[in-house]
């Protein structure tokens, strides 16, 4: 968190477009040296404490868009392990990984109505099967499995990112767009719980408190 912050000091005082697409996967559990658990801090901490940081920044700008690629609903086995959000017991990169998409879903929701009246619109995306490497995370036989599926089915880098750079050209108009592959996902899924999107909201803030300002 403090090196996500001291980014933000970095950046310029006006932002267009704030793409949030970092994110790390481990088969072991990594806690950082502020008490985080690793995916946790980085697929959802420092998303939430980007968008907040660089609001003013983002607010400058004619028409200030925050792109998030995420699960964008329908993962059935992403929860929010609402007790242990940092998976101290029964952690596995699946866990890890499905929590974060679900819960980056939870913060556009979270954004749109903590902010209702910023001109930020906010744009969750899900590129679906991309042949990106991360099966390498894996180990074998499923490495093997998911590598070569998604070298026949998963769309390129290169495709992916041109379909970004078109949504990027064209925002949405409205407050919070869910998209896969483009196609739009209704926001009254439970994915997007507005209930569940403030809980969330509220317990962000208060981990990432020391460095929202």
């Known amino acids: 968190m403090r090196q996500t912050a001291a980014l933000t000091n970095r950046l310029p005082d006006k932002i267009d477009v704030l793409v949030l697409a970092a994110g790390r996967f481990d088969k072991r559990r990594v806690v950082t040296d502020e008490g985080f658990e690793q995916t946790f801090a980085i697929y959802v901490l420092s998303r939430y404490l980007l968008a907040e940081r660089l609001r003013p920044a983002l607010e400058r700008a004619e028409a200030p868009l925050i792109l998030n690629l995420c699960g964008t609903g329908g993962i059935r086995a992403g929860r929010i392990n609402w007790n242990d959000l940092q998976l101290a017991d029964g952690y596995s990169l699946f866990k890890a990984t499905m929590q974060g998409a679900r819960a980056n879903d939870l913060l556009g929701a979270g954004f749109a109505d903590a902010h209702p009246e910023s001109q930020i619109r906010y744009a969750l995306y899900n590129p679906l099967f991309v042949n990106s490497g991360m099966h390498r995370q894996f180990g074998q036989p499923t490495r093997a499995i998911v590598g070569a599926s998604a070298a ?29 592959r483009g196609a739009p996902v209704p926001l009254t899924r439970p994915e997007f719980d507005r209930p569940a999107a403030a809980r969330l909201y509220t317990l962000l803030a208060e981990l990432t408190e020391p460095h929202r300002v």
């Open 152 to 180: 026949l089915f998963g769309s390129s880098t290169d495709t992916s990112a041109a379909l970004l750079a078109a949504l990027l050209a064209q925002p949405p108009t409205a407050p919070l767009t869910a998209l896969r």
